[in-house]
């Protein structure tokens, strides 16, 4: 084994590239909601540059050759550095491959059956996709279905890498945690479904479609049309900045997530309501960050969807995905070890 490929430095690379995804999540979520995932007109650079264009000759020249898309500094830098973070981002889970494969099988990595190799591997394939996503939000200027699957790949990158933390020994270890792994399941279903359909609200400029909570417009039912809201064979090719559905489609995007919401309060709060009564340490973060996502949500209809707001509820509702993960891999571990090697048995 080479000296430097070690399970100790596998453990260090992992903490920081969780650390960055949920920065690149987050930072993501600002690129969004700030209007500025068209910030550069083109991919990977910034209208032909590393940077952005900042002279008085590199902005006159990037605006002839993107006559369409007027210089704006603030957005630009804003989507430059999701892109820079990004690519470290790829650049690290790269690295993590390396060292994995350079651990021989079966060196101890503080959990069971020493260093993982598959999930480093299907991190680098999904951060390889991602960066296609990121290039097609741009050249499909950002097409809906474009945008939302690349807001689940960042979801799913931070997931895997979590969930690679906790095989790895890192984080909590989400003992006695059996009884609950059907239960947990369901939860991450529902929660990522509920992530989808937020970024199908984003992506369609749906937020604030209803101006006020619990009603919409004053009504409990408003009128809506579903059909057009979640239509996902839409046209490829018009710049959907701002959005180009009528209300009522919006509303009834908006009026889903809603809806979605309520279900995640359900079945969550019953998983965390479980874990509570089990004395589990996981029940207060499961349940203290399913109530900071409905209070962030609210906010964000109450406050007119306020910058910080809305980022914030994008990076809890990534938190908060991250505890049901802890739960549901706490669950699966416990399985595997009570499993009777003869009859296959297990304790759910």
């Given at each position: ?32 909601l700030a209007d500025a995932g068209l910030g550069c007109p083109d991919w990977p650079g ?303």
């Amino acid at each position: 084994m080479a000296e430097w490929a070690s399970p100790k430095l596998m453990r260090g690379l992992t903490v920081a590239a969780v650390g960055l995804a949920l920065v690149v999540v987050v930072l993501g979520a600002y690129t969004r909601l700030a209007d500025a995932g068209l910030g550069c007109p083109d991919w990977p650079g910034c209208y032909g540059h590393l940077g952005v264009p900042d002279t008085e000759a590199e902005v006159q020249a990037a605006e002839a050759q993107f006559p369409d898309a007027p210089v704006e500094a603030d957005k630009a830098w804003i989507e430059m550095v999701h892109r820079y973070f990004a690519t470290a981002l790829g650049a690290l889970i790269l690295g993590m491959v390396v060292v994995a494969y350079r651990v021989p099988k079966g060196i101890p990595n503080g959990a069971a059956g020493g260093t993982p190799r598959a999930l480093p591997a299907a991190l680098l394939a999904l951060v390889i996709l991602q960066g296609a996503f990121g290039a097609w939000t741009v050249t499909l200027k950002l097409w809906p279905q474009v945008v939302t699957a690349h807001l689940l790949g960042g979801f799913a990158t931070l997931a895997l890498l979590w969930l690679l933390a906790l095989r790895l020994g890192i984080g909590p270890k989400g003992e006695g945690m059996a009884p609950f792994g059907r239960l947990a399941s369901i939860a991450l279903v529902v929660v990522v479904a509920q992530v989808a359909l937020g970024g199908w609200v984003t992506s369609n400029y749906a937020a604030l479609a209803c101006p006020d909570f619990p009603t919409c417009h004053g009504e409990w039912a408003p009128a809506m049309d579903f059909r057009q809201g979640f239509d996902v064979l839409q046209t490829v090719g018009p710049n959907y900045l701002g959005g180009l559905l009528d209300s009522e489609a919006r509303i009834a995007i908006q009026f889903a997530h809603r809806l979605g919401a309520v279900a995640v309060l359900v079945v969550v709060g019953l998983l965390g309501w479980r874990l509570w009564k089990a004395g589990s340490p996981l029940a207060p973060w499961v349940l203290g960050l399913l109530a900071a996502q409905w209070a962030l949500g609210i906010l964000n209809v109450l406050l007119n969807l306020p910058l910080a707001v809305a980022t914030a509820h994008n990076g809890c509702g990534a938190l908060l995905l991250l505890a049901l993960v802890t739960v549901r891999e706490g669950a699966f571990q416990e399985i595997q070890e009570n499993r009777s090697p003869i009859t296959g048995a297990n304790s759910e």
